[in-house]
């Protein structure tokens, strides 16, 4: 059973700071990884989907690596605003048969970027 | 383009009632799933939909229970609503491999 964990739950920053969230899981064999943003109440805003074939992906001031052997994802924030405190997800696919798909997430971190 | 719509934003029901939660995919996007998040936690699976057939679910009771339209959009409906069903009820659709999410339904149960 996939599991995928990340800390920490909680993270303060001062604003400008660059930062890196965590996520692992416990099964290497992924097609995927994906990383959400979440504002309090609301729904999930996807941020990057790294394949399994790829090392690094970017969007901005995001950069998400991917290291499958290891079962590690980080989500690098560079030069953080005020305006990324949110809650930020990582996810992982299940694929089974039948063209069945799932997504198992992690509990999230939650971001915090002080002025 | 609209991105995933659900409907309503916010319910409040009483223990014992029935709840219908709406959802439209994305145009193009075959495959709707949804998904229950808890304060605190991430998303819970609930069921995935593809071409109007259900291909996946997970460990929820049978009071929940959905259907695709053919024009995919999604209906989740929850029977016999406990306590414990508050929740933020989020649907997802897609494409390929990424999943993009509604702005989900707040539900409380009082």
């Known amino acids: 059973k996939q599991e995928v964990t990340q800390i920490p739950a909680a993270l303060s920053v001062p604003e400008g700071e660059n930062l890196v969230l965590n996520c692992s899981f416990t099964?290497?064999?992924?097609?995927?990884l994906q990383w959400f943003r979440q504002d309090p109440g609301k729904g999930l805003t996807s941020l990057l989907l790294?394949?399994?074939?790829?090392r690094e992906q970017t969007s901005g001031r995001l950069n998400a690596s991917l290291d499958k052997s290891s079962g590690r994802s980080t989500l690098y924030i560079a030069a953080s605003q005020p305006g990324d405190s949110a809650t930020y997800l990582c996810?992982?696919?299940?694929?089974?048969?039948?063209?069945?798909?799932?997504?198992?997430f992690g509990k999230g971190t939650k971001l915090s970027v002080i002025p | 383009d609209a991105g995933v719509t659900q409907s309503p934003t916010h319910l409040i029901k009483t223990r014992g009632q029935h709840v219908t939660l709406r959802c439209s995919p994305i145009?193009?996007?075959?495959?709707v799933s949804w998904y229950q998040q808890v304060l605190g936690q991430g998303p819970q699976f609930i069921f995935q939909?593809?071409?109007?057939?259900?291909?996946g679910r997970g460990n929820f009771p049978d009071r929940f229970s959905a259907r695709q339209f053919p024009n995919y959009s999604s209906e989740l409906n929850v029977n016999a609503l406990l306590l414990g069903d508050s929740a933020l009820y989020l649907c997802?659709?897609?494409?390929?491999?990424?999943?993009?999410f509604g702005q989900g339904t707040r539900l409380t149960v009082v």
């Open positions: 145009s193009g996007h075959k495959s």
């Open positions: 790294i394949q399994s074939s790829q």
């Open positions: 997802a659709s897609s494409l390929g491999q990424e999943a993009f």
């Open positions: 939909y593809y071409e109007k057939e259900e291909r």
């Open positions: 996810a992982v696919p299940i694929y089974s048969g039948a063209g069945s798909y799932q997504l198992t």
């Open positions: 099964d290497s064999a992924i097609y995927n």
